[in-house]
């Protein structure tokens, strides 16, 4: 039987016709001898060749074609049983053509040196799997034959390659030992078990005069005394400094210089947006990460820079800097007052976390969790909580110090990214934190168990979070240029129909905050400028160009409520009113 796609209409008469029946005659002859009878008398259509080599090979020899599973035959057989597709017909054939053959079809086509290269199906997994199964193990499957391929040890495979040994595979028989023991070749280069000449030298005691052993004693004492001169060397560096730049820690009442001055008192609780720059001040010598005003007053502004100082300024009187504190050996992340402002605390990228006296510069206590970062520090905001500290680390952890003791007390780790914020909601019996998950988690203080887990498919991380002084709303920063509302009250929901918009804070930490009446939002943006929006119509108030650089934090002054300080990667810090 011929498929009919593959009969054409030829011209064949004769003896040509008589030879393509003899060729799809029965395996007794009988067809071709009465196909030979009726060739005088007749004109035949006969069919050429059928080549199927030109299909795809797979490992089964099966392929399914829209939604069909169709078998390859074999490209020996006489007689198909199925008409092919076009495609399927004028297929290349199986493996690599040759690129100078006139008839191939890829003929001119040459995609390396040595002519043109075919993919094949295997994949890189598979690949790597075998070569690294093969020169570790010394077994593999044979590329090309349904067989593994296995060497007597690890070192064989230096050896050449009449030596390997071969499994056959299930549809071969077994055969004979091909290699006698007696006739392998020795490896010049395995070892035997015999010590080298290298090897030998090596052992050999080595005797010293008298006056080169002096020399070697003389050049590990001065080896030592270097070492030893270095480690001292760091541990100076790393030493807590702090130096006061002002005329005096005292006045001439006896008052220290953090004492608040009297005269600053609140005069109106409405908030205006300031204006133009009345105060710039630049002792940093890098981008300044954080500010911070006294707590209450306002009278300090105290700020950490990535040039591993942190400075605290008066901005009352003189506007001069007042203290350095100098103990982080790299950049400092985040400083944090505590309620009477009398401490406060620093966290830096070398992993430790300082709790400073304010007025002396002195450490109090050096706090660390090991080898995590820690991102942000917050106290707790009850005064009778004032030795409960808070640390947001890379490690998706947030530990709980008691500053008195300097120990861990609780950890919460239930954040899949690191901590980058925490904020007291609740009067403060809860806390909410934000992490590179693309999360935000609600815990209670003292209980490591969250409470209330917030994500959506469409949140970006937030580093930066705030909270309304009225207590019933948090807003935080959100790296897809948005300032993302979320409210406090029983549920904690994301109120997704008030967005504020208009500035671009992708990719840095820029932070935001609130004026004191609550009227407005405040936030930095990358490309230096400050950014006010009316908290009631979510549109954008007032912007300032600020910095060179990212504007990093925003601060507004508790008391004074028409002035804010900002800082960022110029190393300034300026003053608007």
Partial sequence: MLPFSAVRRGGLTGVGAMDLLAQYSDDDGSAGQDAVAA???MKIDA?????TAGLTLALDNKVVRQGEQASYQDPTTRVVYQNFRYEEMYAPSAGPTSVHDPTGLNAGQRNHPLGYMEKTHISDFNFNKEYTSFHTTGSGQHPSEKRTVTLSSPTESRRPAKLARTTPGPSEPPAAEQVDEEEEEEDPFEWRGSKTPWQERA?????????????LREREEKDKAEAAEQKR???QAREDKSFFHGKSERDYAGRSWVEPPKHLKKENDHCYVPKRLIHTWSGHSKCVQAIRFFPGTGHLLLSAGMDTKIKIWDVSTTRKCMRSYLGHGKAVRDICFSNDGRKFLSTGYDRNLKLWDTETGQ????LSSGKALAYCVKFNPDDDKQNMVLAGCSDKKIYQFDTDSGEIVQEYSEHMGAVNSITFVDENRRFVSSSDDKSLRVWDFGIPVQIKYIADPSMHSMPSVAAHPNGNFIVGQSLDNTIQILSTKDRFK???KRVFRGHNSAGYACQVNFSPDGRFVISGDAEGRCFFWDWKSSRVFRKLRCHQGACMGVEWHPLETSKVATCGYDGLIKYYD
């Fill in 39 to 41: 060739a005088p008398s």
């Fill in 47 to 51: 069919a050429p060749e059928v080549h």
């Fill in 203 to 215: 052992e050999q005691a080595t005797e010293y005069t008298e006056e080169q052993k002096k020399i």
């Fill in 233 to 235: 060397d760091v541990e």
């Fill in 363 to 366: 450490v109090i206590r050096t």
């Fill in 494 to 496: 994301m109120n997704h």
